[in-house]
């Protein structure tokens, strides 16, 4: 047996000094602290093997924690966060974390916030940089958004970025955001070591759509679902008092559909669940047309939910790209509502089509209880990492653990449904709606 992943965790340097959370907390059993040694297994399939049970893989992660000593000296520190892309529920939250651990667990008392992400760091950026304090995030975690702003693009730039960083004296960067945004803060480690600096980059995953690999859950994505589902039984009800009524409702998800898939598996009134990984025929015996023509037939109304990135194959392309480098997609949901009609118009059928678009206000809602819990320990470890010394890494969980990721593993590829899954089959054992749409 042998591992396939390399887990390992980069480090500026040896730790070696006491940790001022025994000092200051009072911490100063073993149980308080973790140990570099200790590792969570990453697969928990087991398989026989000379007549036992044993482990598929070797494969650990390092255990995410406060460190009995530290790396940076808090008197030196100066820690900036940068929160990148769209926005999405729980980034004040992680703001709100950070800055508090940073400030009462290790007296860290310089923190700057970035403005509009990479983009504040570039050399003409307008945007002043922001002190950060406890009483400024206070209760910021009771709205949505982030007090920094967010903004898409400049991740690229990486030595201009780093030429900031050094000017600012910053030694810490936290960096908040999805795919490309740990690419960039990947890159930006990269240029730091190049340069020999000692600054430490610690990644904190979030991406609403929940589709980054080695990643058990998101942050948002809990909020997402939740919000999404009162959504859906506001269309089934428009859907069940009109004439052949049919309630359209388009969620996020780029190249995953676990916001659709779990949403329909949380309010049983989807009849269709549409997402990236099981494409779709629109015509045709076998096509959606016809099987909701079927569904219609025979219980008078439906409800349809579409991830974003869902029959991206069968809408004619935009050819854009937005400044993170993501192709711009065609709505899928105006698209959907507009080839239903012209087919129920062929067929001579009344139709009512309903359709709802909540992306927006689902994406600027303050956090769940769920995340909000999330957040606040995922700040609290990417901290606990950078003081350590530890860079190149992000924070998350896997296995109901929290543990340190190499950002390089993290990106390597995109977390996916698989469609040969018990889950999905549970989704269309829920939605009751064909296996494959393709003809």
């Known amino acids: 047996m042998s591992g396939k992943h390399d887990f390992s965790i980069n480090k500026l340097g040896e730790a070696k000094i006491l940790s001022p959370m025994i000092a200051n907390m009072g911490r100063d059993s073993f149980s308080d602290f973790i140990e570099d040694e200790d590792r969570v297994v990453f697969n928990l399939e087991t398989k026989v093997e000379d007549g036992r049970r044993v482990s598929v893989s070797e494969d650990t992660l390092e255990v ?25 529920p729980g980034l004040n939250n992680v703001i709100r974390s950070v800055v508090r651990c940073l400030w009462y667990s290790y007296g860290v008392h310089r923190i700057s916030g970035i403005p509009y992400g990479y983009q504040g760091l570039l050399p003409e950026s307008r945007y002043p940089i922001i002190e950060l304090n406890p009483s400024l995030v206070d209760d910021i975690q009771e709205k ?33 955001g999805g795919d490309g945004t740990l690419r960039g803060a990947y890159d930006i480690a990269q240029e730091v070591k190049k340069r020999g600096l000692k600054i430490a980059v610690v990644g904190i995953p979030k991406t609403i759509d929940n589709d980054l690999a080695f990643i058990q859950t998101s942050f948002g994505f809990d909020t997402a679902v939740s919000l999404a589902v009162p959504v859906i039984r506001g269309a089934h009800v428009e859907a069940k008092n009109a004439i052949n009524g049919v309630g359209l409702v388009k969620v996020m998800g780029r190249g995953s559909g676990f916001i659709a898939a779990h949403a329909s598996l949380a309010q049983s009134d989807v009849n269709f669940c549409l997402i990236p990984e099981n494409p779709f025929d629109l015509d045709g015996p076998n096509g959606l047309l016809s099987h909701l023509k079927r569904r219609l037939e025979d219980r008078d109304h439906a409800v349809i939910l579409v991830a974003e990135g869902a029959g991206q194959d069968i809408v004619p392309a935009t050819g854009l790209k937005d400044a993170s480098g993501n192709t711009r997609f065609t709505d899928i949901g105006v698209f959907l509502k507009e080839k239903i009609e012209e087919y129920f118009k ?30 606040a320990r995922l700040g609290a470890n990417a901290v606990h990492a950078a003081m350590a010394g530890k860079t190149e890494l992000l924070v998350s969980m896997i296995n109901n653990c929290f543990i340190h990721m190499p950002i390089k593993e993290a990106v390597s590829r995109r977390n996916r449904i698989n469609t040969e899954s018990a889950f999905w089959r549970d989704v269309l054992e829920n939605t009751r709606q064909p296996e494959s749409m393709k003809n």
């Open 64 to 88: 995410a924690g406060a460190r009995r000593k530290i790396y940076f000296n808090p008197a030196h520190v100066h820690a900036a966060i940068a929160t990148c892309g769209g926005i999405c």
């Open 144 to 176: 949505g958004g982030t007090i920094l702003g967010s903004a898409r693009g400049g991740g690229d730039r990486t030595s201009e970025i780093v030429d900031t960083l050094e000017q600012l004296n910053i030694n810490i960067l936290f960096t908040v």
């Open 346 to 375: 062929k067929e001579g059928l009344e139709v009512n089509v309903k359709y709802i678009d909540p992306s927006y206000t689902i994406r600027s809602a303050p956090a769940d209880s769920y995340d909000s819990i999330y957040c």
